[in-house]
């Protein structure tokens, strides 16, 4: 499926965003192995509760950060619709 | 001095007991009993100075890490302590109130063992009956419950040209993952090696079964192959004391599962040091660390920081000195060792793994 605007995300079972202190990184945590997410990725990821749909997590970013909406949306997309591909998130 | 990075993952030997005899065991063949095992203290203690030491994962295996009582109570403890918690299990000990249980304590993942796709096979390979029936009321009651499973297929000589059906076996049952894995032979698999390792044509139609799976798209593969047909060696354990840490059941430390066999070393156990004081400074865990310690040609290779100088438990068992290169390498003027083995896999019969 494709992710737009109006969808609701949630970590599939077997994957969550975790902060990992000794190394001062993000990570996601998934089954047999953890990828480091960097940039804007923690906090978007952040925001992806099972609850908010992907415009609510961009208006919020967009309160968050100086860049203008549509940059802040098209990253967001890009991140979420790539993660939802890999089975990380679900809708 | 600087300190080495933390490692990212555990594996919590927590018994060697099991109702399975695979022959390719990754247990050592001087296998530890159930009075020697660290009890849920040792083992709640050593869960605290993991996280806090920055491990990421903790693989709960075996042995059948489903025969101690306490493994919720370790799994509850992981989570809670924001470890990515897998449970490495045969399946045969779980039913539907285990399951419930270790669901409710927050396990993450399951990777489930199959030995082959037919009773037979399977029973041939694990030595007990009904096995077969009960790992596929286990992979049933796994999929029911949403838990994210692997299966894990360890292949050999005798079942390795049934890789297509083991993939239809994972689809049926849903699983996300499959691995594929060649029998690697250290200890149990070592002893075994003559009944077990595949001819070159073997590894070639299993590793073209692999890709012709991997096209289909939809499931996620592992695919270990056995590096007896290689040329360059494995980056055993993403290198030595780098990135891993294996417990044995009564407390050892270990930078892998084989590593008991390496002589002239005291094993430094959590019952008497702290995790962290092994890892960082232990003799055992800085006597094949980064290229230091490798042979002249190791250290001039430009492979050195891609496999480490591969794997030092096959030196020691091949070669005799863990300090040798790796006998897979061709390179290593011992190579011919892994040559020869690979004409004299003729025998038929099988030692099992037992106490």
Request: proline residues 5%; negative net charge; charged residues 25%.
């Amino acid at each position: 499926m494709s992710v737009t605007e109006d969808t609701v995300l949630s970590f599939a079972r077997g994957h969550r965003l975790q902060q990992d202190l000794v190394r001062d990184l993000w990570l996601v945590q998934a089954p047999e192995k953890a990828f480091i997410i960097e940039g804007a990725a923690p906090h978007i990821l952040g925001l992806v509760d099972g609850e908010r749909t992907v415009s609510s997590i961009i208006e919020t970013l967009t309160g968050q950060f100086s860049a203008p909406r549509e940059v802040i949306s098209a990253d967001v997309l890009a991140l979420l619709s790539d993660l939802t591909e890999k089975g990380v998130l679900r809708a | 001095m600087t300190l080495p990075q933390p490692p990212m993952s555990l594996l919590a030997e927590l018994t060697h007991r099991c109702p399975l005899a695979c022959p390719y065991c990754s247990n050592p063949l001087d296998l530890e009993r159930k009075s020697a095992e660290l009890d849920t203290a040792g083992w709640r203690r050593v869960l605290e100075q993991a996280a806090e030491m920055g491990v990421l994962q903790v693989h709960f295996s075996g042995g059948e890490p489903m025969a101690r009582p306490d493994l919720v109570e370790l799994v509850t403890l992981a989570r809670k302590l924001n470890l990515y918690t897998n449970l490495i299990t045969s399946g045969v000990l779980l039913d539907a109130n285990k399951l419930d249980a270790l669901d409710k304590a927050g396990l993450d993942h399951i990777q489930l063992s199959f030995q082959d796709v037919t009773e037979e096979g399977a029973e041939r390979i694990g030595g007990l009956k009904g096995a077969q029936e009960r790992k596929l009321k286990a992979a049933r009651l796994i999929q029911a419950s949403g838990i994210p499973m692997t299966l894990n297929f360890v292949v050999h000589r005798e079942n390795v040209a049934r890789i297509p059906q083991m993939f239809e076996l994972a689809r049926e049952l849903k699983a996300g993952r499959v691995e594929i894995a060649h029998t690697q032979y250290y200890g149990w698999g070592l002893k075994n090696r003559d009944a077990l390792l595949p001819s070159r044509e073997q590894l070639e139609e299993s590793t073209r079964a692999v890709e012709a799976e991997r096209a289909k798209g939809g499931l996620a593969i592992d695919y270990v192959t056995p590096d007896y047909h290689a040329d360059r060696p494995k980056p055993c354990m993403g290198g030595w004391g780098q990135r891993f840490v294996n417990i044995s059941p009564s407390g050892r430390v270990l930078p892998c599962h084989a590593a008991e066999i390496i002589p002239n070393v005291t094993f430094p156990n959590v019952r008497d040091e702290s995790l962290a004081e092994i890892w960082n400074n232990s003799r055992l865990f800085n006597m094949f660390r980064g290229t230091e310690w490798m042979p002249e040609a190791c250290r001039a290779c430009d492979r050195r920081e891609i496999d480490w100088g591969g794997c030092r438990c096959q030196a020691l068992a091949l070669t005799g000195d863990a300090a040798n290169m790796d006998p897979v390498c061709s390179r290593s003027p011992f190579h011919e060792k892994v040559e020869q083995a690979l004409y004299t896999n003729t025998v038929e019969d099988f030692v099992y793994r037992r106490m």
